[in-house]
T-cell receptor, first 117, second 115 residues
Framework: AQSVTQPDIHITVSEGASLELRCNYSYGATPYLFWYVQSPGQGLQLLLKYFSGDTLVQGIKGFEAEFKRSQSSFNLRKPSVHWSDAAEYFCAVGPSYLTGTASKLTFGTGTRLQVTL | DAGVIQSPRHEVTEMGQEVTLRCKPISGHNSLFWYRQTMMRGLELLIYFNNNVPIDDSGMPEDRFSAKMPNASFSTLKIQPSEPRDSAVYFC?????????????FGQGTRLTVV
């Protein structure tokens, strides 16, 4: 069964500092990986996704993520955090192709980012 | 496109009452998902539809929960009777799926409080 682990429940960084949010996944085939962001009271917004090709993926709002198959990881990074980045971040994994009923995404438990000024 | 539209945004109801949550997916999308988010359990997939047909409802907690998708532009999630432990934020999401998987677009959610 597919699963996602986000080991950090809560992270605090200073504005302007770099950020890395960890995500490890378990999946038996080629995964389709996502990072979503959820601001308070809002739905989830897609930041970036990885399907194949270049393992370094660029997303919106200056975020990037690197897929490392050997480590089963898909960590999210940003070189300089802004106060508006404070939110909850979710990593998700799913199959790259529809395979019967196995086409749903599995989400991690999320990492709450706090940004100090 | 206005995105995925959910209504109501907030719902407060008494235990035992029936609650209906509504979702309008993005036009042209053929898959629709209902998720529940709580502090304790995080984001859980309840059920999803492909081309209006329920594909996997294994996440539906119990028989009190039911979901329908009568057409491509509308879905409901019903809880009858509601209980305090059903209090959560319920998200609807839609995507276009044909062979290759694609990302899901989420609505803003319905915050349900059962007292």
């Amino acid at each position: 069964a597919q699963s996602v682990t986000q080991p950090d429940i809560h992270i605090t960084v200073s504005e302007g500092a770099s950020l890395e949010l960890r995500c490890n996944y378990s999946y038996g085939a080629t995964p389709y990986l996502f990072w979503y962001v959820q601001s308070p009271g809002q739905g989830l917004q897609l930041l970036l996704k990885y399907f194949s090709g270049d393992t370094l993926v660029q997303g919106i709002k200056g975020f990037e993520a690197e897929f490392k198959r050997s480590q089963s990881s898909f960590n999210l990074r940003k070189p300089s955090v802004h106060w508006s980045d404070a939110a909850e971040y979710f990593c998700a994994v799913g199959p790259s192709y529809l395979t019967g009923t196995a086409s749903k995404l599995t989400f991690g438990t999320g990492t709450r980012l706090q940004v100090t000024l | 496109d206005a995105g995925v539209i959910q209504s109501p945004r907030h719902e407060v109801t008494e235990m035992g009452q029936e609650v209906t949550l509504r979702c309008k997916p993005i036009s042209g999308h053929n898959s629709l998902f209902w998720y529940r988010q709580t502090m304790m359990r995080g984001l859980e997939l309840l059920i999803y539809f492909n081309n209006n047909v329920p594909i996997d409802d294994s996440g539906m907690p119990e028989d009190r929960f039911s979901a329908k998708m009568p057409n491509a532009s509308f879905s409901t999630l019903k809880i009858q009777p509601s209980e305090p432990r059903d209090s959560a934020v319920y998200f609807c999401a839609s995507s276009f799926r044909q062979g290759r998987n694609t990302e899901a677009f989420f609505g803003q959610g319905t915050r349900l409080t059962v007292v």
